[in-house]
């Protein structure tokens, strides 16, 4: 299940796009203490030290990578040389010490605070401008808030044309990837779901998040996120102590484990207040987040929206065990739309109430949780952050996902399989593979029912946010329907070789548990069979309990039944067996689908270089909304024959297409098209009228090349389908001149 909550920490382990030496910094403060030497050595030790780390040098380093922990000593210990340069001045100008003494001090001092803050732009990230691509995005349509003319209701978004082509292309691929290659059976389950169903499953009673409230005037906030942003602005301080710096990303990185009663001692120590008026917080409460409905015009059929897609798919288990021959493993794939009552939207599409999930639900032998295409992964290094590390000294780490796996780093292949087919989608439609890592949850923020869990983070301007879960959600799924609903919902296993088991085997008193339970008597009996034959060595403790006191409470459905030794007494035996009935495992990864394509819009978003104005979507071929634009020069009716041939053999193709015939420059159409990502551009002129060509651009590098329009389609089919590079095409036809 897709977590409710956005993302986890953004920590001091993690690496910045521009870099800095720690073997350089050392050099831009003098190494040797004041007290020991004389302030002519210590001028001239400092001044060569500066020159030689001048701006370009470090600008040089911007091409590595540097850990920002190590970052932030350096500048704390520079800090300390400012302190102590600030001092000397202050001494001297005390003193009244000769003009040039201190002049000389002053321009060191000056020296120093120029490090300071050219240490400071290295250890901050190009800020990402998002609110004009936040513009860009309403602008052009890609989504846009909701019932925007009614002032709009936080937390729904529409989505526009291209983000529904966008969309479309991440589906395509989705299904591609793993319906297709991994032969998925897919599902289309109902959104409006019986409360009975989200009742057994858990999601009633305890689908929630815990809630504060403003004392005062009542608004509401999610306890756990406005602790985490209290703990941002904490760390924003940069003198904050080493010390200090790693109790708070510990803090935050624990944040989402805490239990209501932890989350109000944090609130209470460290002082966080409610975020609009500065007024206290209430305790925190959990709130349910589904969202209620009723089925039928009576009412008297209590509903909910669904909250993920998963539990369609389990209820349809035994229905796909059959048309799979009684056979497992087998996955089980859905992409529909979900439910979330949330208590606080915010960041755009990273926390909404209504988005697209695309899940699977891989069924597998607990006793062999295993991957058939294993091997088709298992050399991938991806970048872990387990329990280990987050608790420890926050560092990734990158082994194989066959040596994660046996290293016990991962506790199944069949996990291990997933995560490794996630990052290679993520990476194939265009996220950035520097900004994904996969994080394990700590094992206070586990599921109840879960083994092992690892989210997909990806890193945006909002921090790293979590869009992809996966968890071994064990068999507490099944387990909840069979029990709820009394529906078989065990695989069979058959042996190789007959077994020799010992099994527990019920010996009842119908007659006299039948006289004193009267109608009770039938549950209480398939209950006591159910347990012996699931949960032998409960049942064995449950005789003897029996024994040993002559009777003991048994609760069967939320009701108590007394059980005398004289009713009930239990029994091992052995007998041989030709196969086992078991409920599978799930494993189970799940998209969300809205926080990843706003993800991958950040990071294909940038601005041309020398012009703020004129915005690009990096977007990959196979992603694009638009795959071709088709300009004709002008809107000279002479072209119109040509233009309409171009979009037929493109359309055909299956590759989408806008004429932009605008009487706009055709630079400006250009750019028009480049901020809606689209990757090829097709220009029509007076030449083609001639001889039958016409000039193909590549967006990202705004070369052109000239070919027959005859060869645009099938070029441009190759483009998009990622067989040749766009390297390819100028080999062939070489580069225009313009």
Not at 181 to 192: H, S
Not at 487 to 505: G, H, I, M, N, R
Request: charged fraction near 30%; charge should be neutral; glycine fraction near 6%.
């Amino acid at each position: 299940m897709l977590k409710r909550f956005a993302s986890a920490s953004s920590r001091a382990h993690r690496y910045l796009p521009l870099a800095f030496s720690p073997a350089v910094a050392r050099t831009v403060f003098c190494p040797y203490p004041s007290a020991v030497v004389s302030k002519n050595t210590r001028w001239n030790l400092f001044s060569r030290s500066l020159c030689s780390t001048n701006l370009s040098s470090i600008s040089r380093m911007a091409d590595k990578e540097i850990d920002k922990e190590a970052l932030l000593k350096e500048l704390e210990a520079l800090d300390v040389k400012l302190d102590e340069q600030k001092e000397i001045v202050r001494r001297l100008k005390a003193n009244k010490a000769p003009r040039d003494e201190v002049m000389k001090e002053v321009t060191l001092l000056k020296e120093i605070k120029d490090k300071v803050e050219e240490l400071e732009a290295l250890l901050r990230k190009p800020k990402f401008n998002r609110q004009a691509f936040e513009e860009v995005m309403r602008r052009r349509f890609f989504f846009a808030p909701a019932f925007d003319i009614y002032h709009g209701v936080g937390g729904l978004f529409d989505w526009g044309p291209p983000g529904c082509a966008l969309k479309a292309a991440f589906c395509q691929l989705w299904r591609e990837q793993f319906v297709i290659e991994d032969g998925l059976f897919e599902l289309d389950c109902t959104a409006v779901t019986p409360e009975n169903v989200l009742a057994a499953s858990g999601h009633k009673e305890r689908f929630a998040d815990f809630m504060v409230k403003d004392v005062k005037t009542g608004d509401c906030y999610r306890a756990d996120k406005i602790l985490e942003d209290h703990i941002d602005k904490l760390l924003e301080d940069r003198k904050l102590p080493a010390d200090k710096r790693k109790e708070l990303e510990r803090e935050k990185a624990l944040v989402e484990s805490h239990s209501p009663e932890e989350l109000h001692g944090k609130i209470q120590t460290m002082g966080v207040k409610a975020t609009d008026t500065g007024n206290d917080l209430s305790e925190p409460f959990p709130f349910n987040l589904m969202f209620p409905t009723q089925i039928g015009p009576k009412g008297d059929q209590p509903a909910f929206l669904r909250p993920e897609t998963a539990q369609g798919i389990f209820l349809n288990f035994k229905r796909m065990l059959d048309v799979n021959g009684g056979h497992l493993p087998f996955g089980a794939a859905q992409i529909g739309k979900a439910f979330r009552n949330e208590i606080t939207p915010r960041s755009g599409l990273l926390r909404v109430r209504e988005f697209d999930m695309a899940e699977i639900e891989y069924f597998v032998n607990p006793e062999a949780k295993v991957h058939a295409h294993f091997d088709d992964v298992k050399h991938l290094r991806l970048p872990l952050f387990n329990q280990q590390h987050q608790l420890e000294d926050g560092k990734i780490i990158s082994p194989t996902l066959e040596e994660a796996v046996e290293q016990g780093i991962i506790l199944s292949q069949g996990m291990a399989y997933f995560l490794g087919r996630t990052f290679q989608f993520l990476t194939k439609i265009g996220m950035d593979s520097e900004k994904i890592r996969f994080r394990q949850h700590l094992k206070t923020e586990m599921a109840h029912y879960a083994c092992d869990c690892w989210d997909a983070e990806i890193e945006c301007s909002y921090g790293w946010v979590e869009c992809v879960g996966h968890a071994d959600r064990s068999a507490f799924d099944l387990n909840c329907h069979a029990t709820a609903s009394k529906t078989d919902l065990t695989a069979y296993e058959s042996f190789s070789e007959p077994k020799q088991v010992t099994v527990v085997q019920p010996v009842i008193n119908k007659g006299i548990l039948g006289k004193v339970l009267r109608k009770a008597a039938k549950v209480v009996v398939e209950e006591i069979e159910r347990l012996a034959a699931e949960e032998g060595s409960k049942a064995l403790a449950f005789g003897a309990k029996l024994q040993a006191d002559g009777a003991a409470d048994l609760v069967v459905a939320g009701e108590t039944y007394n059980i005398t030794k004289e009713m009930l007494s239990f029994k091992e035996t052995t007998k041989k067996v030709h196969g086992r009935n078991f409920i599978p495992s799930v494993i189970e990864p799940s998209f969300g689908i809205g926080r990843v394509l706003y993800c991958l819009l950040e990071h294909a978003y940038y601005v041309r270089e020398g012009d703020e104005q004129r915005a690009v979507l990096k977007l990959k071929p196979l992603m694009a909304p638009t795959k071709c634009a088709v300009l004709p020069l002008s809107n000279n009716a002479e072209f119109v024959d040509n233009v309409r041939s171009i979009v037929r053999d493109l359309r055909v193709r299956g590759i989408s297409s806008k004429v932009d015939d605008s009487g706009s420059s055709i630079g400006r159409r250009y750019a028009r098209m480049d901020e809606i990502g689209v990757p090829f551009g097709v220009t029509v002129d007076f030449d083609t009228k001639t001889d039958n060509t016409a000039t193909l651009r590549e967006r990202d590098s705004c070369e052109q090349v000239r070919m027959p329009i005859a060869e645009i389609g099938d070029i441009v089919r190759q483009l998009c389908e990622e067989t040749i590079a766009w390297s390819d095409v100028v080999t062939k036809y070489g580069l225009c001149q313009t």
